[in-house]
């Protein structure tokens, strides 16, 4: 019996090819867009993590000195015969590459990723000229010496090697720029201030900086996939619920014929999950092409934001095929539930005919239309209070479902509207025909309500942070060049060398704290204009600068503001001394609390810091005859110098590669809301028939009816673009003031793009023109004879 | 007896407060007999064959088929009955739409694990259906499609045929000859038949008749 039913019933999608090449296409697209965007943030968080394990960085605590200076060996030595199970670290730069050099046989995590490669050999790793692990990049910049060997666990632009070979190849002989504290230290140690009370403990915060740094944008992009994937599921659940309609008289033939219904329900259940099957793998794959196509720019945009080096190649991961078929799975079992549930409870004598589609009639719309009512209250309510991810995403969902339920009972009255007011017969039935195709419209236009939605959503948010970062560029790179000093002599010959010649000399200088019982970091800046032209504040009393300068006032960040409750004009202690809070500043992307202080009130606190980096002021046209002075004469190489036009052009560089990313998602989101709209206006095609041959009958011609099928899928475009700005727009605001304020403790501010709303409008205008030529160019060309059938009792 | 229907009782519930559609049935068939049921709309006919198809469960009384009390039965009881025991053809075909006409016919009797290869074609061929076997039932006339749905009820040999107005959507010319073959081949398997109609003309060629009147014989 089960073999005999389970041909019927899959017979129906041998005789419906295009239902089953839209509910294919439909999983398909929507899993591969939701890992395509998994796949990249895992590329990135891999990368992220192979250079938290090679560096310790997030896991262990580091021993540092307070001034910035290398440690000597002497206090390596004298920490390790105190008990200290510390390892030593020097890392730096060679042709481009991050070299890292550890000690294997101390080093907490051994040899981090190298130990699991293969050719790991510390034998090997020791003697000789010793051996350098990497990626065939990072291995074929470096020059010959030791023996490379291939790894694809370490970091990108990184090698790892021992100590000792990495201070050979940087020329730091005997140098030591931190030590790996391990986790579990022996009972009875002297304390560090006793042993080497020039160190300074840094304690790990769990999970590494990269990670917590790029969190931002891997939630948005996460955001932007769930939201595709949204997308692609209700065209899924138009295509299963258009399915079980059509197949109502065969399930109640099939029962009449006596299959139980239990058995009948799993067997469709299995057919749905054999379909899962096959898009999910189809998805995964077209989601490796996109994340493929992707990753390169996603790289240089986290490069450049973030410093954070990501491989510009996907590696396949066996979690992220496993969390596609799940999420192909998931949304199946997801579109399905509802037509499942009623076929559950479908009667065995029920009318046998297809159930009009009328989600938006009698009951039903007033059941959708009272759910939209709850969700969108609800959404406003948690707006007004929100706070916290759950409350966030909880923000998010009732939201957009609740926009999407409402939209068909917005659209009917709107259209209603226009029926009462339009004058005419023929526009009278255009309207009256253009309400009666909602119901089975509606999932495509609420699909391309939420595609329109993110994409004014996420470009809001992406454009917001552009003007935003740029904004923060020019208050914080104010200088026209940075330069950095080797140690505290050489500092002073750049200082003693730069005076005469510049406006200013900026010197940068920062210690450790704790301020309010959270960790941060207290900068000490000079009074002078650059920093009162320049900084703009979140808030701030008047006369900001006077009063920091004056040594009583302090400046702290939006992070350290939202987390200690620290607000205008509150206390801080520092070393004893108090200092009143003068101003809030964003500080986009730093996940830490900050705080500036007037440079002489930051020397009395930290005496032993000396600043190595200084911003200088000069005109910008004498950057580059400054710089080549300051090699020939101060004998500081060009490459300890960063000029500030520089930085920009690469921030902004990056930005529009961030928009590439964005730009090619927009358009992805779009064509998938095309594609939804397009496989409605085709299943519909078949029941439009009986309803235009009596116009056809009347008059009008089927190129006329062709042609009012196309305005009409534009004009549903349309009206739908006007809910999904204002919904849009809600979404970035949802996201940028209260899911990043939860995620992150920053919040960036709002600005809205008209010509990019216009633009994108236009786009979703062209995907639903697109979408109904085809149909419309059917319908114009219907045979007479079929619509002439209509009339017949043959039909 | 194959079939034996006593003080069958249904309700149903309406708008206007409770109907009482069937008020105490009670009727019996022998095998390879034919019995003609009519009554005007609404008199409980077919209501009466749901129940005692196994498709709709009374309020009230026994329907006993084929040594069965089919109301002793849960759903999954029910569904073997109509499965194994019971053939029902309706006024609308309900073919398979999806599956081809060799396919349909042969249908109910892979359900019931009852399929004969060589019986289906000689059903296809004694119903004018072989050159349409390759066809899918959009593709054939009402009176073709009809023939399909007997030869389909027909091919795993039931003890029992239902038909629910059969020639109810056939002009008079297909109706006489559907309802012809019909009865030939019901008579060939040992079948018993139970038709519903409204049709004097069909119930006069039934060996036996009954009328419905408020749910109850006449």
């Not at chain 1, 991050?98 to 046989?105: A, K, T």
């Not at chain 1, 009462?420 to 236009?445: E, N």
Request: with cysteine; net charge neutral.
């Amino acid at each position: 019996m089960t073999g005999t039913v389970l041909r019927a019933l899959l017979s129906h999608w041998r005789r419906n090819p295009l239902q089953l090449f839209t509910l294919l296409a439909g999983l398909a697209l929507a899993t591969a867009l939701w890992s395509g965007v998994q796949a990249i943030n895992a590329e990135a968080r891999a990368s992220y993590d192979s250079a938290a394990a090679t560096l310790g960085e997030g896991t262990f605590d580091q021993l540092t000195r307070s001034d910035g200076q290398p440690l000597t060996v002497a206090s390596y030595v004298a920490l390790r015969r105190a008990g200290w199970l510390v390892s030593p670290v020097t890392e730096g730069r060679l042709d481009g590459v991050r070299i890292v050099g550890l000690d294997p046989l101390t080093a907490p995590g051994g040899l981090g990723p190298v130990q699991i490669a293969d050719g790991a050999d510390v034998g090997a790793f020791l003697s000789g000229q010793g051996q350098v692990f990497g990626r065939a990049a990072a291995l074929a910049a470096l020059p010959a010496g030791p023996e490379k060997v291939e790894s694809p666990d370490v970091a990108p632009d990184t090698v790892i090697t021992d100590i000792g070979v990495a201070q050979r190849l940087l020329g730091r002989d005997g140098q030591i720029d931190r030590l790996i504290v391990a986790m579990t230290q022996p009972i009875g140690q002297a304390p560090l201030s006793e042993i080497a009370p020039e160190l300074i403990r840094k304690v790990a915060q769990g999970g590494s900086d990269l990670g917590r740094l790029t969190d931002s944008f891997h939630l948005n992009l996460t955001a932007f996939g769930l939201l595709s994937f949204a997308v692609g599921i209700f065209i899924v659940n138009g295509a299963i619920g258009l399915a079980f309609e059509q197949r109502r008289p065969v399930v109640r033939t099939l029962r009449a014929l006596g299959v139980p219904l239990r058995r009948l329900m799993v067997l469709m259940a299995l057919e749905l999950a054999l379909m899962a099957l096959v898009a999910g793998g189809i998805g995964v794959a077209l989601g490796y092409v996109i994340a493929s196509l992707l990753l390169p720019d996603v790289a240089a945009t986290l490069q450049g934001l973030y410093g954070a080096t990501v491989a510009g190649t996907l590696q396949l991961r066996p979690v992220w095929w496993a969390s596609g078929l799940a999420i192909a799975f998931g949304g199946t079992a997801m579109a399905s539930a509802a037509a499942f549930w009623r076929l559950a409870r479908l009667p065995l004598l029920a009318g046998g005919s297809p159930r009009a589609l009328s989600m938006a009639a009698g009951r039903s719309a007033r059941v959708q239309g009272a759910l939209a009512l709850v969700l969108l209250v609800a959404a406003g309510a948690l707006a007004l209070t929100a706070q916290g991810l759950v409350a966030g995403f909880a923000l998010l969902g009732s939201m957009l479902i609740g926009a999407a339920l409402a939209l068909p009972l917005i659209l009917d009255r709107v259209l209603a509207m226009a029926e009462r007011l339009s004058r005419g017969v023929r526009a009278q039935w255009f309207w009256a025909d253009t309400r009666q195709q909602l119901p089975g419209l509606s999932l495509a236009l609420a699909a391309l309500l939420l595609a329109m939605a993110a994409n004014v959503g996420v470009s809001t948010m992406v454009s917001s942070f552009r003007l935003t970062f740029t904004g923060f560029l020019d208050q914080r790179l104010a200088s026209e060049l940075y330069v950095t000093a080797a140690d505290p002599a050489d500092a002073k010959r750049l200082v003693d060398y730069v005076t005469p010649r510049v406006r200013a000399v900026l010197p940068i200088q920062s210690a450790p704290a704790q301020i309010a019982g959270f960790p941060a970091e207290v900068f000490g800046a000079r009074d002078d204009a650059t920093y009162r032209d320049n900084w703009a504040f979140l808030s701030a009393n008047p006369d900001t600068w006077d009063a920091v300068a004056a040594g009583d006032g302090i400046l702290i960040n939006e992070q350290l503001s939202r987390r200690s409750g620290l607000s205008l004009n509150d206390a801080v202690t520092l070393g004893g001394r108090q200092f009143a809070v003068e101003g809030v500043y964003g500080d986009y992307g730093n996940p830490i609390g900050q705080a500036i202080l007037t440079e002489a009130a930051f020397e009395a606190l930290y005496p032993d810091v000396t600043p190595l980096r200084f911003g200088l002021r000069l005109p910008a046209a004498e950057v580059p005859s400054l710089v080549e002075a300051l090699e020939n004469d101060v004998g500081i190489p060009a490459a300890n110098t960063v000029n500030q036009a520089g930085i920009k052009r690469i921030s902004l560089d990056i930005f529009d590669r961030t928009f590439t990313v964005t730009t090619a998602l927009n358009i992805l989101t779009l064509t998938v809301a095309g594609f939804a709209i397009l496989m409605s206006l085709l299943t519909l095609a078949a029941l439009r028939v009986p309803q235009l041959a009596p116009a056809w009958a009347m008059g009008l011609t089927r190129r006329e009816l062709g042609l009012l099928e196309l305005v009409r899928a534009v004009l549903l475009a349309v009206l739908t673009a006007l809910v999904a700005l204002p919904l849009g727009l809600a979404l970035a605001w949802a996201l940028l003031a209260v899911v990043n304020v939860a995620a992150f403790g920053w919040r960036l501010p709002m600005f809205l793009f008209p010509l990019d709303y216009l633009r994108l409008g236009g786009f979703a205008l062209l995907a639903a023109a697109l979408a109904a030529l085809w149909p419309a160019w059917r319908l114009a060309r219907t045979p007479p004879s079929d619509l002439l059938k209509v009339f017949s009792n043959e039909r | 007896m194959l079939l034996t229907v006593t003080d069958l009782r249904k309700t149903y519930a309406t708008a206007d407060g409770d109907f009482d559609v069937l008020r105490g049935v009670d009727l019996s068939l022998d095998a390879g007999q034919t019995l003609a049921l009519t009554g005007e709309s609404g008199s409980g006919k077919s209501t009466l064959l749901h129940l005692i198809g196994g498709l709709d469960v009374p309020d009230g009384g026994r329907i006993v088929l084929d040594g069965t009390d089919l109301t002793a039965l849960d759903d999954a009881g029910r569904a073997r009955m109509r499965r194994e025991t019971v053939g029902v053809v309706f006024q609308q075909f309900n073919l398979i739409p999806s599956l081809r006409v060799v396919d349909n016919i042969a249908f109910q009797a892979r359900l019931a694990g009852r399929h004969d290869g060589a019986w289906c074609d000689t059903l296809a061929e004694r119903m004018g259906l072989t050159p349409q076997l390759r066809k899918y039932p959009e593709q054939l006339s009402g009176g073709q499609q009809q023939r399909v749905a007997i030869a389909r009820t027909l091919a795993p040999r039931p003890r029992l045929v239902l038909a629910d107005e059969p020639t109810g959507n056939l002009d008079e010319a297909a109706a006489a000859q559907v309802l012809a073959l019909m009865l030939e081949l019901v008579t060939d398997t040992g079948a018993g038949l139970l038709m519903v109609t409204h049709s004097d003309r069909l119930a006069g060629q039934m060996q036996r008749r009954l009328h419905l009147s408020r749910g109850v014989i006449a």
